[in-house]
DNA sequence: GGCTTATATAACCGATAACTTATATGGTGG
DNA sequence: CCACCATATAAGTTATCGGTTATATAAGCC
């Protein structure tokens, strides 16, 4: 399943969106999605699992819990291929770029210029 | 259909991704989509259609030929959810924000000397 | 060990997305 | 006007996804 296949269940953007603010329960995400979109714990659970699955989420045992976290790779991928259309509502991140060249070249030289003396 | 449902959709994306190469016909379209898919001419169509729909491409008549072209408003809307998320694997990206600022200042700086003299 | 709680899996089902083939639309050139 | 392109739409089929209910697993507690 591709990243964005994922990505194109609103529940699972909400699961994802939950976890962004760190690591939760799997009974609380639940909790909240239930609540939200009214649907049932296996079907909460089937989506952790597409997100575990896919490489979204890592789940670590403690005790009975299961707790989840982000994991940001494929959402990192899915970055990179957007990136490509970003200059359409960006124009102004290339100006950015040599921006920050020009900051790092400064630096550099003015780590250069305390050496000397 | 959720931005993202469109993204789901290899030939989709493929069909962007041309398509930021700027302006295609169908027919050139359809062409390359065909080769690498393997998938019929309605099917294209199908495909750009549901671009269409959810504002990914514009159209515009040229005599027999329909040129399409990228519309980048809802590619920006996913941008603007992901990046809830960038912080994660662009630590850097707040530290980027400052270096920015820093810029400005000097350049500010700089402009305001030669005012001076 | 047996009960409860947290979570996952299994099995099934209905909706829908993405093809296919066949056909319509509509501009161009003889 | 007619035949021919380029493109879109229609209708039908199939696979898959996301839900449900029922059940398994496994830790914690008395």
């Given amino acids: ?3 964005f296949d994922v990505l194109g269940d609103p529940v699972r ?16 995400l639940t909790e909240v999605v239930r609540a939200e979109f009214g ?3 296996p079907a909460v659970s089937q989506h952790l699992r597409v997100l575990r699955e896919n490489g979204f ?12 976290a982000v ?3 494929p959402l990192r991928e899915v970055d ?3 990136r490509r259309f970003a200059a359409r509502w960006e124009p102004h991140l290339m100006a950015l770029e040599t921006e920050l060249a020009r900051g790092r ?3 550099r030289a003015s780590v250069e210029e305390e050496r000397k003396r």
Avoid: F
Avoid at 17 to 23: Q, R, V
Avoid at 57 to 68: D, F, M, P, Q
């Fill in 13 to 28: 953007r909400r699961l994802l969106e939950l976890l962004n603010d760190g690591e939760r329960s799997s009974g609380e």
């Fill in 57 to 68: 989420a890592t789940v670590r045992k403690e005790g009975t819990r299961r707790l989840y």
């Fill in 1 to 3: 399943m591709h990243a």
């Fill in 105 to 107: 070249r400064q630096r």
């Fill in 71 to 73: 994991d940001p790779s």
């Fill in 39 to 41: 649907i049932s714990q």
């Fill in 80 to 82: 990179t291929w957007l």
